[in-house]
């Protein structure tokens, strides 16, 4: 009880050598304050460039490995990439993805889709540049379908190929603006489809990548109506979503490979005609920009940050130069070495603490400015990483006037002038 008790009463000593010196202590926090802000308003800014950036490729799915003819990535110089071999494979077909879906063991679910840009017409309205994909039933359960309004497809509807329609709210709205549209009538090519559902807004991303306000689903059965697929046609699309405790997809990859083989009639000395890619191959490479970025802003926020604790480091030692009689008498009076010390590190600690949440709140404030459609978010973890990096600066920077403190010989504390 006596330690917590004069741990107290060190803080009060903190506390009222900090008001006692008000000017001085504003001046000394302002370096503890920029560097914060500059290393938190970085982080947030990186963290929110990111997660805008995850979200525009949110529409390639999660956990999802795609069938397509040329990888995302090869080994070599760009100038040295294949492109007319990858020209030259096969693509994906409806009969590869029945077969896939009968007999793959490590995927959750499996899909195929297909895609164009084509107009949406109701009434004397239009949309250009809708994105209109053919999918089937199991499209839900590898990419997500997040309805505002209405239903998905029930597989019976897929499977007749009915003339049902889900649209992007942007469309929706362009088509029926301020009206009910679920249940309404539009054309595509000519041809008649019935809403039955609205994609939930995503509203506009940082780069010009497919939204679902601008998309259309529509049966796959009906999609073949309008548009070819095929080799000399609209390319299918096939999907398949991993499981999640199929780390890197390892298991799917592998099985994948050998069923799309022998689905191809390959020999053993042929090489793979085909691609399978990584949704997590994107993510990847946006996580390690992003680690070099945030490198930068340590550095960038750290010689900020260090002067500032070298601007409270030379506060603390002239604070002690100026109490060193109160010190001698404190310690002539039966205080204990860690009762001084305690005054001096809780008053370094509180002078980052301040300049640290000053910092914070600016970066706060900073949350609200518009900067395009990028929506900067001050998150939990980076006030937690400004305020226990305050608190290290605050230690490092007091501990060694402190120390001193604490060592004094009360005698000769008490004598100097």
Same mark, same amino acid.
């Given at each position: 009880?006596?330690?917590?008790?004069?741990?107290?009463?060190?803080? !009060?000593?903190?506390?009222? $050598?900090?008001?006692?010196?008000?000017?001085?202590?504003?001046?000394?926090?302002?370096?503890?304050?920029?560097?914060?802000? *500059?290393?938190?308003?970085?982080?947030?800014?990186?963290?929110?460039? @990111?997660?805008?950036?995850?979200?525009?490729?949110?529409?390639?799915?999660?956990?999802?490995? !795609?069938?397509?003819?040329?990888?995302?990535?090869?080994?070599?110089?760009?100038?040295?990439?294949?492109?007319?071999?990858?020209?030259?494979?096969?693509?994906?077909?409806?009969?590869?993805?029945?077969?896939?879906?009968?007999?793959?063991?490590?995927?959750? %679910?499996?899909?195929?889709?297909?895609?164009?840009?084509?107009?949406?017409?109701?009434?004397?309205?239009?949309?250009?540049?809708?994105?209109?994909?053919?999918?089937?039933?199991?499209?839900?359960?590898?990419?997500?379908?997040?309805? @505002?309004?209405?239903?998905?497809?029930? @597989?019976?509807?897929?499977?007749? %190929?009915?003339?049902? $329609?889900?649209?992007?709210?942007?469309?929706?709205?362009?088509?029926?603006?301020?009206?009910?549209?679920?249940?309404?009538?539009?054309?595509?090519?000519?041809?008649?489809?019935?809403?039955?559902?609205?994609? @939930?807004?995503?509203?506009?991303?940082?780069?010009?990548?497919?939204?679902?306000?601008? $998309?259309?689903?529509?049966?796959?059965?009906?999609?073949?109506?309008?548009?070819?697929?095929?080799?000399?046609?609209?390319?299918?699309?096939?999907?398949?979503?991993?499981?999640?405790?199929?780390?890197?997809?390892? *298991?799917?990859?592998?099985?994948?490979?050998?069923?799309?083989?022998?689905?191809?009639?390959?020999?053993?000395?042929?090489?793979?005609?085909?691609?399978?890619?990584?949704?997590?191959?994107?993510?990847?490479?946006?996580?390690?920009?992003?680690?070099?970025?945030?490198?930068?802003?340590?550095?960038?926020?750290?010689?900020?940050?260090?002067?500032?604790?070298?601007?409270? %480091?030379?506060?603390?030692?002239?604070?002690?130069?100026?109490?060193?009689?109160?010190?001698?008498?404190?310690?002539?009076?039966?205080?204990?070495?860690?009762?001084?010390?305690?005054?001096?590190?809780?008053?370094?600690?509180?002078?980052?603490?301040?300049?640290?949440?000053?910092?914070?709140?600016?970066?706060?404030?900073?949350?609200?400015?518009?900067?395009?459609?990028?929506?900067?978010?001050?998150?939990?973890?980076?006030?937690?990483?400004?305020?226990?990096?305050?608190?290290?600066?605050?230690?490092?920077?007091?501990?060694?006037? $402190?120390?001193?403190?604490?060592?004094?010989?009360?005698?000769?504390?008490?004598?100097?002038?």
């Amino acid at each position: 009880m006596l330690f917590f008790k004069l741990t107290w009463e060190s803080f !009060r000593f903190a506390i009222s $050598a900090l008001k006692s010196n008000l000017t001085r202590t504003i001046l000394s926090l302002l370096g503890v304050t920029v560097g914060i802000f *500059a290393i938190i308003a970085v982080f947030t800014l990186v963290d929110s460039l @990111e997660n805008n950036i995850r979200s525009s490729f949110s529409f390639l799915g999660t956990n999802v490995m !795609r069938v397509d003819r040329f990888p995302f990535a090869t080994d070599g110089p760009p100038q040295n990439f294949p492109w007319w071999k990858y020209f030259r494979r096969p693509p994906g077909t409806v009969a590869e993805y029945k077969f896939l879906q009968e007999r793959l063991t490590n995927a959750e %679910a499996v899909t195929v889709s297909a895609s164009a840009n084509t107009i949406i017409k109701a009434r004397s309205n239009a949309y250009e540049g809708m994105q209109l994909t053919g999918v089937a039933y199991t499209y839900q359960d590898v990419f997500e379908v997040a309805l @505002e309004e209405g239903r998905y497809f029930s @597989e019976s509807e897929i499977n007749a %190929a009915r003339n049902f $329609a889900i649209l992007g709210r942007k469309i929706a709205n362009t088509l029926y603006p301020g009206e009910e549209v679920i249940g309404k009538e539009v054309k595509i090519k000519g041809m008649k489809f019935v809403v039955i559902g609205v994609f @939930e807004e995503e509203g506009e991303g940082l780069f010009d990548l497919p939204s679902k306000d601008e $998309a259309c689903l529509i049966p796959y059965g009906a999609f073949n109506k309008m548009y070819y697929t095929g080799r000399n046609g609209i390319e299918p699309s096939i999907a398949v979503k991993g499981k999640t405790d199929d780390i890197g997809l390892i *298991a799917l990859e592998n099985e994948m490979t050998g069923l799309l083989r022998a689905k191809r009639g390959l020999k053993p000395t042929e090489d793979d005609n085909f691609a399978l890619n990584k949704t997590e191959f994107i993510q990847n490479a946006i996580g390690s920009i992003f680690d070099v970025i945030s490198v930068a802003g340590w550095v960038i926020g750290g010689f900020s940050i260090l002067v500032g604790g070298f601007g409270i %480091a030379n506060i603390m030692f002239v604070s002690v130069r100026e109490r060193t009689n109160i010190i001698g008498i404190q310690k002539s009076l039966g205080a204990k070495n860690y009762f001084i010390l305690f005054q001096f590190l809780f008053e370094a600690i509180l002078l980052s603490l301040i300049g640290g949440i000053a910092g914070i709140v600016l970066v706060f404030f900073l949350s609200f400015v518009e900067i395009g459609t990028l929506d900067i978010v001050l998150s939990f973890g980076n006030i937690l990483l400004g305020l226990g990096v305050s608190s290290i600066i605050g230690v490092v920077s007091g501990i060694v006037p $402190a120390t001193l403190a604490a060592r004094m010989d009360p005698v000769e504390a008490i004598r100097t002038t």
